[in-house]
Nanobody
C-alpha cells in the first residue's frame, strides 16, 4: 500500500518562499512512474500544479506557477519537493501530493491519472 505524507505548508507573506515535501512509502522508488502536486482553493476545483517523471526527471508545470515553482525528487529518500517562490495570494490552497505507478494515459495534468493521494497541506499567503 502506497502512502504519501505532505509537509511544509504554513503561512507566508506575498513574495515569500515555501518548500513542500511529500514522502512516499510502501514501494521502492523505481515503482513510481510520476509524482505530482495539485492544489485546491476554497470554492474551486482541484487543479494541477506540477509533475515529475520519477525515472527520467522530466517536469511539467501549470502556466500559473511556471518560473516560480520547481518540482524535484530525491530517490534515496523517496521524496518529492515543491519549491515555491514569489508566492502570492492566489497560491493559497490545500496542496496535495499524488502518485501513479503506471504511465498516465490521461496525461500528467489530469487528477484521474493518479491512484494515490496524500492528505494535503495548507498553504496560506497573505498580501
Amino acid at each position: 500500500q502506497v502512502q504519501l505524507v505532505e509537509s511544509g505548508g504554513g503561512l507566508a507573506q506575498a513574495g515569500d518562499s515555501l518548500r513542500l515535501s511529500c514522502a512516499a512509502s510502501g514501494r521502492t522508488f523505481s515503482s513510481y512512474y510520476a509524482m505530482s502536486w495539485f492544489r485546491q482553493a476554497p470554492g474551486k476545483e482541484r487543479e494541477f500544479v506540477a509533475a515529475i517523471n520519477w525515472s527520467l526527471g522530466s517536469t511539467y508545470y501549470a502556466d500559473s506557477v511556471k518560473g516560480r515553482f520547481t518540482i524535484s525528487r530525491d530517490n534515496a529518500k523517496n521524496t518529492v519537493y515543491l519549491q515555491m517562490n514569489s508566492l502570492n495570494a492566489e497560491d493559497t490552497a490545500v496542496y496535495y501530493c499524488a502518485t501513479t505507478l503506471r504511465r498516465p494515459i490521461a496525461g500528467y495534468r489530469n487528477s484521474a491519472a493518479y491512484e494515490y493521494w496524500g492528505q494535503g497541506t495548507q498553504v496560506t499567503v497573505s498580501s
